[in-house]
């Protein structure tokens, strides 16, 4: 079966560097993405990556693993705004999107 | 970047009625949109597929004889919850996608929180 694995929650202080793991398996792979959700709305895109390696994007980075089905999401520096939901989604073999349940970032002052 | 509008934000009705959500693509045209729908704390369930002018695609489990689903034009797809129920209380999202890019990015709109009596 398809399945995404992220950690449900983590706690970070302002200013530091958060990493958020995820790991999938799907029927044949055409991409990673994570998007963040503020609470009541609609995710937004973050990052994507189909090749190995690290994608940076300001204090956002993405890492990708295909051989070991994993990423993360790498956050530096910071801010009370980025509290929210971090999605992680694999796309399958049918360019469909298998979601994680979302890892809540909870960020302490 | 692409915007993807929903209509309405919220809305809330007596339990047996219809309810119609409409998503449009306002700068770009949407030949695949995908409905979800997300339960508090819950990740996002895909609940059907429509590409513009065929029938849309359901998911194993999402009946679609009660989440009718119409994608009339490249930039319009409706949702229609008929008889609704408390149960379908939930947090519904519609997304796009377009061909053309370097890769299919859904863009999201922002979501029809809908609370049955």
């Known amino acids: 079966g398809q399945n995404i694995d992220q950690p449900t929650e983590m706690t970070a202080t302002e200013g530091a560097i958060v990493q958020i793991n995820c790991t999938y398996q799907t029927s044949g792979f055409n991409g990673l993405f994570w998007y963040q959700q503020h609470a009541g709305e609609a995710p937004t895109f973050l990052s994507y990556?189909?090749l190995d390696g690290l994608e940076e994007k300001g204090r956002f980075s993405s890492f990708l693993s295909r051989s070991k089905g994993y990423s993360y999401l790498l956050l530096k520096e910071l801010q009370m705004k980025d509290s929210a939901s971090y999605l992680c989604?694999?796309?399958?073999?049918?360019?469909?999107?298998?979601w994680g349940a979302g890892t809540k970032l909870i960020i302490k002052p | 970047g692409a915007v993807v509008s929903q209509h309405p934000s919220r809305v809330i009705c007596k339990s047996g009625t219809s309810v119609k959500i409409e998503c449009r693509s306002l700068d770009f045209q949407a030949t695949t949109m995908f409905w979800y729908r997300q339960f508090p704390k819950k990740s996002l369930m895909l609940m059907a597929t429509s590409n513009e002018g065929s029938k849309a695609t359901y998911e194993q489990g999402v009946e679609k004889d009660k989440f009718l689903i119409n994608h009339a034009s490249l930039t319009l797809s409706t949702l229609t919850v008929t008889s609704a129920h408390p149960e379908d209380s939930s947090f519904y999202i519609c997304?796009?996608?377009?061909?053309?890019?370097?890769?299919?990015?859904?863009?999201f709109g922002p979501g029809t929180r809908l609370t049955v009596l």
């Open positions: 990556n189909v």
């Open positions: 989604a694999a796309m399958d073999s049918n360019y469909q999107l298998i």
């Open positions: 997304s796009a996608s377009s061909p053309g890019g370097t890769y299919n990015e859904q863009f």
